[in-house]
């Protein structure tokens, strides 16, 4: 599900935001010594989470509570919860995680004072951001309805299925035990995504992970249900039935493969042409997006590199910050795209900046 998304999604902050969330969450999960050092580097981890997307204060919960969470007596006929160390123990640790995320907060907005960018700083983030979050909500008509439109259209039915299907099993095999955590998890990583209201389909990079492990779950439980099914038919002597179970199983694994498994060996084959020639590979990628024209971009990055002077800045007005990279030229203005110009949620002022 993450690769069938191209490129586009290769290197979006979710990615990294859920590589550091998970780091945190096995410092803490893992028994060992010094586990206040541990909570505290795991804070340290969610702060720099925190920096990398703000939503990823919503993993906190996740984070402070499912490394100790007791589920041994979930599945009993009153099911109960509980964590696998004392109360004191566990706000100690807690307290220290706090402790990490704090510092790693503060830490980055003193290098914002310090180097004199917190005015930029508090433009964008307290007054522009805010106005760029809102604006999907008061402009879209029947937003609720578009959001549920939006969450099938980047997941996909097969996908969206898994979640019901995992829920299912577990109730009527009475494994919450196992599969709570899990549960939890990905109501905590849809929360992210929902958090930025506009469903992007990068942004479900946080409710990937454990879709995957939801349907690895159901893969693993209708396995051990074939198996148990087969074992009967032997004790009652049945071989053909044995054989036909085994072969429905194998048609059920059959049909999901071929499309996915074509799509990897596409994406070899393009890692191969990558590798002989990076760069003609991206003019004819075949994935690429549109708007982007990576083969005009390279164009460009070759007459620079051609034509102009030691010292040259160059601007391009559009997004292809590909081309500032590459020519080693600098951008006059602090706008190297023009998307936050074009926009309402922009305001009127940076294109005056622009024009100065």
Not at 155 to 183: H, K, M, S
Not at 197 to 203: D, K, L, T, V
Request: hydrophobic share 50%; proline share 6%.
């Amino acid at each position: 599900w993450h690769n069938r998304k191209g490129y586009i999604n290769a290197a979006q902050p979710e990615i990294f935001m859920g590589l550091l969330v998970f780091a945190a969450f096995f410092l803490l999960a893992r028994d060992g010594p010094r586990p206040k050092w541990r909570s505290f580097v795991a804070g340290l981890a969610l702060g720099a989470a925190f920096w990398i997307k703000y939503n990823a204060l919503a993993f906190l919960p996740l984070v402070v509570f499912l490394p100790y969470l007791d589920t041994s007596r979930l599945d009993l006929h009153s099911p109960r919860a509980g964590l696998t160390l004392p109360w004191r123990s566990w706000f100690a640790r807690t307290a220290t995680l706090l402790g990490g995320l704090a510092a790693t907060i503060a830490g980055v907005l003193a290098c914002f004072r310090i180097s004199g960018v917190w005015p930029e700083m508090k433009e964008v983030q307290f007054e522009v951001l805010p106005r760029y979050g809102a604006m999907v909500i008061e402009r879209t008509p029947h937003y609720f309805l578009w959001a549920l439109r939006q969450v099938n259209f980047n997941l996909g039915n097969w996908p969206e299925a898994g979640v019901p299907l995992a829920l299912i099993i577990a109730w009527r095999c009475r494994d919450f035990q196992r599969t709570a955590p899990i549960f939890i998890a990905a109501a905590s990583g849809f929360l992210v995504t929902a958090s930025q209201a506009r469903f992007n389909a990068y942004s479900f990079e946080t409710f990937f992970p454990f879709l995957a492990m939801l349907w690895a779950y159901v893969a693993v439980r209708v396995f051990e249900g074939f198996r148990a099914l087969s074992r009967r038919f032997a004790r009652s002597g049945w071989a053909t039935a044995r054989v036909g179970v085994w072969l429905v199983f194998i048609n059920c694994i059959y049909f999901p493969l071929p499309a996915p498994a074509m799509r990897q060996v596409e994406r070899y084959q393009g890692l191969e042409k990558w590798w002989r020639n990076p760069e003609k590979s991206y003019e004819s990628y075949w994935w690429s997006l549109g708007i982007e024209h990576l083969g005009g971009e390279f164009e460009v990055v070759h007459y620079l590199r051609d034509y102009a002077a030691p010292g040259d800045e160059v601007y391009v007005w559009g997004t292809a910050p590909l081309i500032y990279f590459l020519s080693g030229r600098e951008c006059p203005s602090r706008f190297v795209s023009n998307l936050a110009l074009v926009s309402d949620w922009g305001p009127a002022r940076w294109r005056a900046e622009l024009v100065q």
